[in-house]
């Protein structure tokens, strides 16, 4: 079975960075593509970044490309998301997922095993 589990996330300041941690167990990453969401309560479920583990394509959503990169560690079975000038918008809890479709989308419905989550606040 499948499991993820994200970690980094903390309080930062306005302006400042974090970079996000997903660790896969049970698998290796290969069959899978690796997304990072975001929830807000009151919002819709935001897909932010993910990575097609088949052939390494990546998609950043138009709202934090420039700021946010994915990336990923086979070996390690990790993939990251590096969150630059953060700010309070981006305050949520964050969490990678995996889906067996190779398709590089942020596309939260296809999205088949998810972490527990990790909280970010973004605040002076």
């Known amino acids: 079975q499948l499991q993820l589990a994200e970690s980094g996330g903390e309080l930062v300041q306005p302006g400042g960075s974090l970079r996000l941690s997903c660790t896969i167990s049970?698998?290796?990453?290969?069959?899978?593509?690796i997304g990072w969401f975001r929830q807000v309560p009151g919002r819709e479920r935001e897909g932010l970044s993910c990575?097609?583990?088949?052939?390494?394509?990546?998609y950043t959503a138009d709202s934090v490309r420039g700021r946010f990169t994915i990336s990923r560690d086979v070996a390690k079975r990790m993939v990251f998301l590096q969150m630059n000038n953060l700010s309070p918008d981006d305050t949520g809890v964050y969490y990678c997922?995996?889906?067996?479709?190779?398709?590089?989308?942020?596309?939260?419905?296809?999205?088949?095993?998810w972490g527990q989550g990790t909280q970010v606040t973004v605040s002076s």
């Open positions: 049970g698998s290796t990453l290969d069959n899978y593509v």
């Open positions: 997922a995996a889906s067996t479709m190779s398709v590089t989308t942020i596309l939260w419905s296809i999205y088949d095993y």
């Open positions: 990575i097609n583990n088949h052939d390494e394509s990546t």
